[in-house]
């Protein structure tokens, strides 16, 4: 079966629908001669057809390659044929649909450090294989394997591309992965089950080259925080400087660590009612143990807000300052009661409760 349609701007194009699976093999729709010249043009349009041949990929022979076309339409319909171009090739729809690949980064004694499955896309196949292109979640690695059946090979090509905006959870495996190798590990592929590799992962772009390590590192604390806060959403490359600081804190506060940190001095308004009970807890002493303080913490990264929870900064021993009569103000009869550090300056942090 065939279809002929025309355009203004390119022309008559001729479609040929096979009647039943094969038909193409049992009753060519055309043939053709190619000529290529000993040219660097030429050179290239005659790869791209065997590569069509082998592997079926698609590719468009121009018309000063084609020598000859003679093409087999029912009589009567013949016509001249003049600037014409061959398309050939193609994905072959369904062809990869029971395909599973999964990379994977294996270390010293075979342990494997890191994984990433990759969904299947286009395939196209040909006399000599197949040929099978590959992403992640993320999009941020893409791949492609060639099954050549005449000499029992298979070869895997990929790359990193960092995306610009992009899923935290998502773009994590695909960061861990690239980190292993940067790190010394090799490459393994999974095929339906089957292993094949280790063997050198070869030269690849990392999305931070050089500290892969401490990218994927960030990117696992920025996943732990939307996760256990429950505020998703997508993300730009870029963060400053205060933004890592933050999340990393706040993954580890959100891990049951506790930090530490230094402190200068710590003041509080009292009321007039709590005056009493203040003073009657710091005793009269000097110094003062066991001094905690509480606050909700939020965090802020790229415009969005993630409620952390109740944390509590636990100081060292610590001695009074002052007080301060704050007069009438907001809190008529209200103090400022001011602690600075007795000896150490070391504070301690911890999450208290979650936000729910």
């Given at each position: 079966m ?5 355009s203004?701007d390119?022309?008559?194009?001729v ?5 039943y699976?094969g ?6 729709p055309f043939s053709a001669k ?5 040219t660097?043009?030429?050179a290239s ?7 069509t041949?082998d592997?079926?990929t ?5 018309s000063e390659f ?8 029912p ?6 044929l003049?600037?014409?171009e061959?398309a050939l090739?193609?994905p072959?729809?369904g ?6 690949v999964v990379?994977k980064a ?5 342990a494997?450090e890191?994984q990433?499955p990759?969904?299947a ?5 040909g006399e000599?294989?197949?040929?099978i ?7 941020a690695v ?11 090979e298979l070869?895997?090509?990929w790359t990193y591309s960092?995306?610009?905006?992009y899923?935290?959870l ?6 861990r992965?690239?980190a292993a190798?940067e ?6 592929v999974?095929?339906n089950?089957e ?5 050198d992962a ?6 931070v080259p050089?500290?892969a ?5 960030f990117?696992?604390?920025l ?5 256990k806060?429950g505020?998703f959403?997508d993300?730009?490359?870029?963060f400053?400087?205060e933004?890592?600081n933050?999340?990393?804190q706040?993954?580890?506060?959100l ?6 940190g ?5 003041s509080?308004?009292v ?8 003073e009657?807890?710091?005793g009269g002493?000097?110094v003062?143990?066991n001094?905690?303080s509480?606050?909700d913490l ?5 415009g969005n807000e993630i409620?952390?929870g109740?944390?509590?900064d636990t100081?060292?021993?610590?001695k009074?300052?002052?007080?301060e009569?704050l007069?009438?103000?907001d809190?008529p009869?209200?103090?400022k009661?001011?602690l600075?550090p007795a000896?150490s300056n ?6 208290e409760a979650a936000r729910?």
């Open positions: 065939f279809a002929i349609a025309t203004p390119s022309g008559p194009h479609s040929f629908i096979p009647r699976p038909a193409n093999r049992d009753r060519p190619f000529d290529f010249p000993d660097e043009e030429g349009a005659q790869r791209a057809l065997q590569e041949v592997f079926g698609a590719t468009v022979v121009a084609i020598s000859e076309l003679v093409v087999n339409v009589a009567g319909f013949g016509t001249e003049e600037g014409y061959i090739g193609g072959t729809p062809l990869a649909d029971d395909v599973r990379l294996v270390g010293d004694g075979g494997v890191a990433l990759l969904d896309g286009e395939a196209s196949s000599r294989g197949v040929l292109s590959l992403v992640d979640k993320s999009q893409t791949a492609e394997i060639r099954f050549d059946v005449s000499e029992l070869t895997l090509n960092q995306p610009d905006v899923s935290p998502e773009l994590l495996p695909a960061a992965f690239a190798l790190g010394g590990a090799q490459l393994a999974e095929f089950g292993t094949h590799g280790p063997c070869g030269p690849f772009q990392s999305a050089g500290e390590a401490r990218y994927a590192e990117l696992g604390h996943a732990t925080v939307q996760i806060a505020v959403f993300v730009r490359h870029e400053s400087s933004e890592v933050d999340i990393e706040a993954s580890r506060l891990n049951g660590e506790t930090l530490e230094t402190w200068q001095r710590v509080m308004v009321s007039p009612d709590g005056h009493g009970d203040v009657a807890a710091l002493m000097p003062v143990s001094v905690q509480g606050s939020s965090i802020v990264v790229q409620p952390v109740l944390v509590v100081l060292d021993p610590a009074v300052l002052s007080w009569d007069g009438g103000g809190t009869g209200a103090t009661l001011t600075v000896n070391k504070v301690t942090r911890s999450l729910a």
